[in-house]
């Protein structure tokens, strides 16, 4: 891998273009800054030599991923002969930005002028995407001349290891396609419930027990009705594995020579049930298989957590570690001596107090090790350490909330950046957790709001992608959901929103997965996209439509879509219950509504729509009641539906209607959850229409 010609480091141009799909100046993805193309070409060769005044440990990173014996060192580049590319490092005509970067293509070179070795390796990013494949083997290059640099410095990947392990090659291969299109951050999830993958030396248990699971898939581990379970490392049938430390090593050189930081995340407090099958006594229980938090109230818990990060700053260089941070249960702290003592002796008047001192005390120690905290937005909860930034995936609202509070915050919202979701038709596709982020929705995002203060706006750091895994078992689907979604949130990241055009990003991603599919990549085949929902793209006319909706059960305030207005406004949903359309309830596991049509109306039938996504719990109802009232007391029912509710897996779309005839002033539409699954049901609009 270390000499690969799939994708660049600071590979020499010619092994990489030569055969690549067809490619013009417009094809550049992120689309740079400024581009004019001009007159004439440039013939790239196997054997056309690189020239670079770069010295030190630049050059060797230039000659570790080029092509043996192609770099050649020159003091005065003005004496570079014709037919060659030349690498200038320069303060002169050139972007300020240290990714940024001047290039011009003209028939007689390739010149690529930067402050830095990475605005130079960017240049050659573009240059490859510029190339045109030749029948001989050569690529002609567009004369061209293009000023660029990136409107972000944080533009990053999340890539979850733990719900199913990914091999030191595969995230290789990745950082390859992150580098040919500018991502600059690899955050890698190295540690969860489903296995911790990466050596410890001081807790030798976490790669020999609590790395490895008797279940290969993740749901048939996660769903097991006996629990969730370890075993050691050699058991027959055992599945998991882990990075050595001199894998992370390998990995870091990796990154390096392609201009990326690799960013660990060991999770705390929560998600850390298999660190505490390992080790119990750092649970509130004190026993396996309890508990998913550490127990806060305990000394050793902080003990063990910074003899675990002493670990990981030795051997990662990156500016931030993150710390989770999210999704606690935060129940088992307020029945523990131990924890209820630590909030008396600190003066926390409650748990989330608790887990900001938990996130203060990881903080102060990573501050003391000169590095700096990265976690969740849930770290906000009960007071945000000092000097972390905020990683904000729960929507925008926690990155706001930190930017307009003198905090760093990276923008993942899971509504545009989560790659486990589904990106086509539901039905169409493989399994996912649930969800819809198609292509266009990723490429709509803008992380910087128009009523931030310029201050404000500065601390917004950068976006990342989030792709966690635990429906994802192969590599080749792992790829197949990054890609080209992932090339969205690079344009996202890099190009200026001036710069953006859907419609050609398109085209280009079309181009784009050409050439995945070229280099051994599974990418989603874009061309075939089914799109979105037929029943969301056009406002339905009924008679029920904008008439006033009575809640006899509260929907619930995260899926409250517009109110309620919603289940009479004439919108349907899309592919997924988070796009704003459905309406979600939880509370009391029911649906009930009433409907008031301001007069005795005749009917011909009532209907709405049910949406199943195992994976999130969304349900399809148990049972379905349609009514009807004159008066709105008393209800004579009209239809009633039995369903035994399941988590098979897969999504599906259901219709319950009532069709006949009659006349009422009141509709009545009940749908109640099953009682052993319990989980979400979510409706978009209830259907009234005429006789036919």
């Not at 595969?170 to 993958?197: C, E, P, S, Y």
């Not at 990662?316 to 029945?335: R, T």
């Amino acid at each position: 891998m270390k000499n690969s010609t799939l994708i660049p480091g600071l590979m020499l141009c010619a092994s990489l273009c030569v055969g690549s799909p067809l490619l013009q100046a417009q094809s550049v993805i992120p689309i740079p800054l400024k581009m004019e193309q001009t007159a004439g070409t440039f013939l790239l060769k196997k054997t056309t030599p690189l020239y670079t005044n770069l010295q030190g440990e630049e050059l060797e990173r230039l000659k570790a991923t080029a092509e043996p014996g192609t770099v050649k060192h020159l003091k005065n580049l003005s004496k570079a002969p014709a037919g060659c590319i030349v690498l200038e490092k320069t303060e002169t005509g050139v972007p300020q930005s240290p990714e940024g970067y001047a290039l011009n293509v003209s028939p007689d070179k390739v010149l690529v002028q930067s402050r830095a070795d990475a605005g130079l390796f960017y240049g050659l990013q573009t240059v490859c995407q510029l190339g045109e494949a030749k029948p001989d083997g050569s690529s002609a290059i567009a004369a061209t001349q293009i000023t660029d640099e990136p409107r972000f410095q944080y533009r990053g990947f999340m890539m979850d290891v733990s719900r199913h392990f990914r091999t030191k090659e595969f995230v290789k291969k990745q950082m390859d396609a992150m580098a040919r299109f500018k991502l600059n951050r690899l955050h890698i999830h190295l540690t969860d419930g489903a296995g911790w993958r990466i050596e410890i030396k001081k807790y030798p248990q976490l790669t020999q027990f609590a790395a490895w699971r008797p279940d290969a898939v993740w749901k048939d581990w996660w769903f097991k009705e006996n629990g969730r379970k370890y075993c050691e490392e050699g058991t027959p049938g055992a599945y998991g594995g882990y990075y050595t430390q001199e894998d992370i090593r390998e990995l870091l050189d990796y990154a390096a020579d392609r201009h990326i930081t690799i960013i660990p995340e060991i999770e705390m407090p929560a998600h850390s049930e298999e660190v505490l099958a390992a080790y119990p006594e750092l649970s509130c229980s004190g026993e396996p298989y309890k508990n998913a938090e550490f127990c806060i109230g305990n000394e050793q818990t902080f003990e063990f957590l910074e003899n675990v990060l002493t670990e990981v700053i030795d051997l990662f260089p990156s500016e931030y570690i993150h710390i989770g941070g999210d999704e606690a249960n935060k129940n088992p702290w307020k029945a523990c001596p131990k924890c209820q003592q630590r909030m008396k002796d600190e003066g926390l008047k409650d748990v989330d107090e608790l887990q900001s001192y938990a996130i203060h005390r990881m903080e102060v120690f990573l501050n003391e090790h000169g590095r700096k905290l990265l976690g969740w937005d849930e770290i906000m909860e009960g007071g945000l350490a000092p000097n972390a930034t905020v990683m904000s995936w729960r929507g925008e609202e926690g990155g706001l909330k930190a930017v307009r509070s003198g905090h760093r915050a990276v923008m993942t919202p899971a509504e545009f950046f989560y790659l486990d979701y589904y990106q086509d038709a539901p039905i169409s596709q493989p399994e996912a957790i649930g969800g819809y982020v198609p292509l266009e929705k990723t490429y709509s995002y803008d992380p910087v709001k128009a009523d931030m203060t310029p201050e404000e706006a500065a601390l917004v750091y950068g976006v990342q992608a989030n792709q966690w895994a635990e429906y994802i078992p192969t590599d080749e689907y792992y790829e197949y959901m990054m890609y080209p979604r992932l090339l969205a949130v690079a344009e996202v990241g890099w190009s200026q929103p001036s710069r953006k055009d859907f419609a050609d990003f398109r085209n280009r991603a079309l181009t784009a997965v050409e050439w995945l599919n070229a280099h051994g990549y599974h990418p989603f085949p874009l061309k075939d996209e089914v799109g979105h929902r037929p029943e969301s793209r056009e406002p339905i006319q009924h008679l029920a439509l904008g008439k006033p909706v009575t809640y006899n059960a509260p929907f619930n305030e995260s899926y409250k879509a517009a109110g309620d207005k919603s289940l009479t406004d004439g919108i349907r949903g899309d592919w997924t219950y988070s796009d704003g359309r459905w309406q979600g309830f939880i509370s009391r596991n029911r649906l009930d509504v009433t409907i008031d049509l301001g007069e005795a109306t005749e009917i011909g039938s009532i209907g709405a729509d049910f949406m199943q996504a195992a994976g999130p719990e969304v349900f399809l109802p148990a049972e379905v009641i349609i009514s009807v009232s004159d008066d709105g007391q008393n209800f004579s029912e009209l239809k009633r539906v039995t369903h035994t509710p399941s988590r098979e897996p897969g999504f599906a779309f259901v219709n319950h209607t009532w069709t006949g005839k009659t006349t009422a002033r009141y509709v009545r539409y009940q749908a109640r959850s099953g009682k052993e699954l319990g989980g979400w049901i979510f409706t978009d609009e209830i259907v009234v229409l005429p006789p036919q």
